[in-house]
């Protein structure tokens, strides 16, 4: 018992030792998480690109087109870069379907090397006159210049991290307006501005800032809408493009608690990341975005569908661009992405962040963590996923949900990892405490089986005793012809109830009994020495009257029972020189006669009550007379009460049956045949009570 408290207290120690263990790390991973350091980005990003993978961005119309000088124009128009002659004509021909604003996804820093004024350097021995036409002539880049200014163009340029003498002072950029502070400090930052020529910058109406800003891993996801050259603020690319479409003068950049809280143009406002940066909601490539620049410049495509649209200008022609990967594809045309931005910003479909991320990411991991704190230790090992199973679920369809109906990005990677952390913290102490449970259990176990042991050679010295005070020498009269008699006992337990004995109280009397005590084991045992004592005590007393030894010994054996115990008992006094047989029956079952002359009978009388049931019963006897050769049996109920396999008695019918087959057969053949039928009748079940069986044939004159 002690034992037994011990290991409970030192597992529910164990318990609650694991559970500070887990508290401990969840305040851990929660101090993690609270100022969000970039490395927790590489968990959450590739969970928000299963998300848009699984469901991108669908895509209604084309807001925006995309002039693709592709490799069907290269193959057509000659190979890049083309004279911006043709470019100019390109921008006048889309220019002419009155698109909302144009945007070039490609530079022109160096003078055009095909303009006409480029032979002179090449045939330096022309003419004079034909030098002087030349040189009349309008460069390749003041054509282009002429179509940009008269239409609604908005010139690429490179941020780089370039050093180098660089003045934003010269260079054409839209004034920039700060509303809540200081917003420099949070914008991306960069040391040089890598523009088009200045003749082509200052004909467009604006220039913004193109880069692809991939994250670590080289996946497109986020684009600024806002970067500082130096000390200037300079808008991206696709901003300056909304500007333009939408008239404002200048754009704007807010600044809020933690950094940058969006930025505008006029009355378009978009909510980005502390560093301006903004989420791009993907589709699929569509081939519906792409027109060929060829089909624009040979009259193929009407321009009229440019009208009212926003019109970039780029290249997907082999070796001209870049193609980095994207969360919904690993190769997309860098022209493309900026394509999908405008198209979220257009129709406000931008991705963000969950509000508050911190604090709600904190939640679902202390939520998540507690849920498996609490509920790991109350199940069993082979059951205690389910709480992590659950509270994983929760977390990731929170996270989809999130995405799926709000555009939000919530992220349930860091806190699934930290719930498996704690999980692993949970698992390991229960398992801990059920290990020391079983070694616990595995002692206890050991101990109980020394003790069965102990116990069971303690009841093996106890059934030796017991068999000990009956009566086991057969013959037990060898010098005695008048008389044969065999006896069995077989207790159900190492230890039982039923007795039996006899013995010559003298020279003429022979004494012999069978008892059966209630109950079985050790109580029955000692009840049962108890009996066979005084019961050959009250018989050798009074050696005659079997009535008065059966009325004395009730008597005595009353007056030794504290436990209010009773036992049957059959005794007899058989005269061996005449057969004349007395017996009292103490609510025994009745014994059987057999003989050569007769079917086997029960020998019934008034008898009485078993012993210690009445006090100071008087119990009458019987009195018979046995021819010589007869035997009398006797036997406790366990003899009529076996039980087979099927539960099937072996019952009072049987034994008469199998005496009947035994007519002639000597005491030991009776008892010995009777008792293999009894356990072939049982088939090795297991005995239901004690089998006892005493057989007594008087043979004085038989033949």
Known sequence: MVRKLGATVVRVLDLWRGRALALLLLAVLIAVRAPDPAFLETLRLPLFDLWQRNEPR??????????????????????????RSLLGGLVTKVASGGPLVMGFDILFPEPDRL?????????????????????????????????????????????????GDFDPAGVKHAPAMEQGGDTKPFLPHYNFLLTSLPELANAA???????????????????????????????????????????????S?????????????????????????????????????FVSAADILDGTLDPS????????????????????????????????????????????????????????????????????????????????????????????????????????????????????????VMLGSSLSAADRARRAL??????????????????EAARAIQMGILPREFPAFPDRSEFDLHAVIEP???????????????????????????????????FMALTKALYKSSAMRNRIAIDEIMTLANAEIARENPTMMFVTVLAGLLDVRTGELAFCNAGHDAPILVGPDGPPRSLDGDGGPPLCVLDDFEYPATYVTLAPGETI?????????????????????????????????????????????????????EPSDDITILAVRYTAGAS
Do not use: C
């Open 633 to 685: 049996v006797l036997f406790t109920d366990g003899v009529t009460e076996a039980l087979s396999t099927t539960q099937e008695l072996y019952s009072l019918e049987r034994v008469r049956r199998m005496l009947e087959t035994l007519l002639d057969r000597s005491p030991a053949e009776i008892v010995r045949h009777l008792a293999d039928d009894i356990h072939a009748h049982a088939e090795g079940a």
């Open 58 to 83: 669908v895509q209604e119309g084309t807001p925006v087109l995309i002039v693709d000088i592709d490799e069907y124009s290269l193959r057509k128009y000659g190979q890049w870069p083309w004279p």
């Open 253 to 289: 950049v807010h600044r809020g608690r933690h950094g940058i809280a969006g930025v505008s143009a006029g009355e378009i406002a978009f909510e980005t990341e502390p560093d301006s940066r903004v989420w791009i909601h993907y589709s699929p490539h569509r081939d519906e975005r």
């Open 205 to 251: 109406r604006g220039q913004g800032v193109v880069t692809s800003a991939p994250e670590r891993d080289g996946i497109v996801r986020r684009l600024p809408l806002a970067v500082t050259i130096g000390d200037t603020i300079f808008p991206a690319l696709s901003l300056e493009m909304i500007r333009i479409a939408a008239g404002a003068p200048f754009f």
């Open 115 to 163: 303009s006409p004024q480029r032979m002179l350097e090449t045939y330096p021995d022309l003419d004079t006159e034909v030098r002087e036409r030349v040189a009349a002539l309008p460069t390749n880049d003041a054509l282009m210049a002429r179509a940009l200014a008269d239409a609604p163009v908005v010139l690429g340029a490179a941020a780089l991290e370039a050093t």
């Open 442 to 459: 595995q002692a206890d176990l050991e101990e109980q089986k020394a003790a069965a042991q102990k116990l069971e050679g303690e009841l």
């Open 305 to 424: 569908a440019f009208g009212n649209r926003i019109i970039l200008f780029g290249s997907t022609g082999v070796g001209l661009t870049d193609f980095p990967a994207t969360p919904v594809a690993a190769r997309m045309p860098g022209v493309e992405i900026h394509a999908q931005l405008l198209e979220t910003m257009i129709a406000g479909r931008m991705l963000a962040r969950v509000p508050n991320a911190t604090m709600v990411e904190v939640a679902a991991l202390a939520l998540a963590g507690l849920m498996v704190i609490v509920l790991v230790p109350m199940l069993r090992p082979a059951l205690s996923v389910l709480p992590l199973a659950a509270a994983l679920a929760l977390l990731f369809a929170a996270s989809w949900a999130a995405y799926h109906f709000a555009g939000l990005l919530a992220d349930a990677a860091y806190p699934g990892a930290g719930t498996l952390a704690l999980f692993g």
């Open 492 to 526: 159900a337990r190492a230890v039982g109830g039923d007795l039996y004995d006899f013995a010559m109280v003298d020279e003429n009397h022979l004494y012999f009994m069978i008892g059966d005590v209630s109950g079985k084991g050790v109580p029955a045992s000692l």
